[in-house]
Structures are given as structure tokens and as C-alpha cells.
């Protein structure tokens, strides 16, 4: 048994190693970033799933792939902006819900669109508990693109908040589109389009 007067040290290394354990499980963001890219794309190229019929399904399958991977609460509060502290909780998750619709869906679109283009990883960069993850698109014609992931660090994962094609960022983009609907209409006005967005993505339209 440890004498009363040496515990607190050995819990302290117990701690210490538990920490190290905790940070070490969530050291490699481009690593999870490939994993999940990599994932989605055998979802594409999975034979029993290219068929129209299989459309559903497929897309089913790509969501719970990037639902781990992305963290849609924060890209909401991020493209609302300033205008997110004036919701109540209950427009927040309302926002929150109409924007993740949005989000996979315009994503799982491009992806859909993947016609063997080869993904490299560059290089990640990390500062405590934000991370980027730089990349390139190659495609057949010799064309290259960048991506770049943002992520942060959630309860020992890492989590996509942002995504920068080109230069261009998601978050800031939906953020311009947001704020021009709010300051010529309303805030209700821009849940209403994204309302009517939502059906139509659901009917297939």
C-alpha cells in the first residue's frame, strides 16, 4: 500500500500520464483529416452503391462519415456571426439543424462528384487546440486545388470548423450571403430560405 505522504506525487504522474494519453490520441489532425477523406471516398467507389437507385443510401453512408468529422455547431455560429448572440437558444438550434441540411448536403455533393482526383496532404499546423490541415486535389487533366481544413480540438478529437477551397472559406462565404440577407430582410427571412433549401435538397430538386 503507498504511504499517505507519497500518494499525492503518484497521482500526480497517474494525472500526468492521462493527459499525455489524452493529447498523444488527438496528436495527428491530418491523420484523421486522410482517414475521413479516405473513408468517403471507398463509400464512392463502393460498387453496390454507384447505381441511382442506391443514391440514398450512398449519401446515408457519406454523412455518418463526415457527422464525426465536422463540427457543424460551431461553423453555424460562425457563419451567423454576430447576429448569433441576438437568437434565443431555441433559434440557435433551430439555425444550427437548417445549416448542418445545408452543409451536407452541398458537401456530399462535391464529393459525389469525385472521379478518381488523387488527394495529397501537405502539411498540418497546430497552436494548442486549433490545428490546419493544408492539401491538394490532383485531377487526370493535371489540374491542382488546394484545401485547407480548420479544425479545432473537442473532448480529445479534432474537428472540422472550416474549409478553404481555393482561398476561399466556407465559413466566411455563407457569412457575407447570411449578413446580406439580414441587413436587406431579416433574420427570418434568411431561416425561411433555408428552410425552402432544405425541402428542395430533400425532394431531390
Known amino acids: 500500500m503507498i504511504p499517505l505522504r507519497h500518494r499525492n506525487p503518484w497521482l500526480a504522474l497517474v494525472a500526468f500520464w492521462l493527459w499525455t494519453a489524452h493529447v498523444w490520441a488527438a496528436a495527428q489532425p491530418i491523420e484523421e483529416v486522410r482517414s475521413t477523406v479516405d473513408q468517403a471516398i471507398a463509400v464512392l467507389k ?24 465536422f463540427d457543424f455547431t460551431e461553423m453555424a455560429k460562425r457563419s451567423l456571426g454576430a447576429d448569433w448572440r441576438r437568437r434565443t437558444p431555441e433559434e440557435q438550434r433551430e439555425f444550427v439543424m437548417l445549416f448542418t441540411d445545408l452543409i451536407e448536403n452541398s458537401y456530399i455533393d462535391r464529393i459525389e462528384a469525385y472521379n478518381d482526383e488523387k488527394f495529397v496532404y501537405v502539411r498540418e499546423k497546430r497552436d494548442e487546440d486549433f490545428a490546419q490541415v493544408d492539401s491538394k486535389i490532383l485531377t487526370g487533366k493535371g489540374e491542382e486545388f488546394s484545401i485547407t481544413y480548420k479544425l479545432h480540438l473537442v473532448k480529445g478529437e479534432w474537428k472540422v470548423y472550416d474549409v478553404v477551397l481555393e482561398n476561399i472559406s466556407l465559413v466566411n462565404n455563407y457569412r457575407s ?16 430560405r433555408l428552410r425552402e433549401k432544405a425541402e428542395l435538397m430533400k425532394s431531390g430538386k
Open 46 to 69: 463502393n460498387p453496390r452503391l454507384k447505381t441511382d437507385e442506391r443514391k440514398r443510401e450512398r449519401r446515408n453512408e457519406i454523412r455518418q462519415v463526415l457527422i464525426p468529422r
Open 177 to 192: 450571403q447570411f449578413t446580406r440577407i439580414i441587413t436587406n430582410a431579416s433574420y427570418e427571412e434568411l431561416v425561411r
